[in-house]
T-cell receptor, first 114, second 113 residues
């Protein structure tokens, strides 16, 4: 089992550019989570999918952020346009169920917006 | 509002000493409790979890945690730490019937030689 796969691992971009982060959950998992981690705000849940359907996107900070899950094995988090305050580590996690089951985290994407 | 409080942001400790990382959550309704560990430049990985049953839960790497419903706490302990335990530890709670897992702010454990 390869675990949760995220790409790219590092992304450096200029303010105003579009950024797309990618995630492949563990095969068979039906829940997928996107988190953002910063020193100031800690670990924040951005959006949660269950069976490819967005269940809760209340953590998405602004309309500049969007997430999709076109199928069970792929999800994207897009920021357009990016801003320096979006600099953070973005984690994708997947799990077999809703809440009672542990989440498996990917290695994260470190985003730097200059 | 539901919340998780990790009482210590940093815990320095000498190698082979015991350690306790404290975690409290905001409600006494039924909960599922987790501790995750994050090593530098890595994602979080599960240390242990409490779903039901015995209040003392054993996890990987010699860690254990005790669920105390009356105190709404789930403190993490290890009797003798190693240098390799240096990492950030996150307490997390899911309330029964909910789907969202709420994470604490994290406790950075620093083990000194």
């Amino acid at each position: 089992d390869a675990g949760v796969i995220q790409s790219p691992r590092h992304e450096v971009t200029e303010m105003g550019q579009e950024v797309t982060l990618r995630c492949k959950p563990i095969s068979g998992h039906n829940s997928l989570f996107w988190y953002r981690q910063t020193m100031m705000r800690g670990l924040e849940l951005l959006i949660y999918f269950n069976n490819n359907v967005p269940i809760d996107d209340s953590g998405m900070p602004e309309d500049r952020f969007s997430a999709k899950m076109p199928n069970a094995s792929f999800s994207t988090l897009k920021i357009q346009p990016s801003e320096p305050r979006d600099s953070a580590v973005y984690f994708c996690a997947s799990s077999l169920g809703q809440g009672t089951i542990e989440q498996y985290f990917g290695p994260g994407t470190r985003l730097t917006v200059t | 509002a539901q919340s998780v409080t990790q009482l210590d942001s940093q815990v320095p400790v000498f190698e082979e000493a015991p350690v306790e990382l404290r975690c409290n959550y905001s409600s006494s309704v039924s909960v599922y409790l987790f501790w995750y560990v994050q090593y530098p430049n890595q994602g979080l990985q599960l240390l242990l979890k409490y779903l039901s049953g015995s209040t003392l839960v054993k996890g990987i790497n010699g860690f254990e945690a005790e669920f105390n419903k009356s105190q709404t706490s789930f403190h993490l302990r290890k009797p003798s730490v190693h240098i390799s335990d240096t990492a950030e530890y996150f307490c997390a709670v899911t309330y029964t019937g909910g789907f969202k897992t709420i994470f604490g702010a994290g406790t950075r454990l620093f083990v000194k030689a």
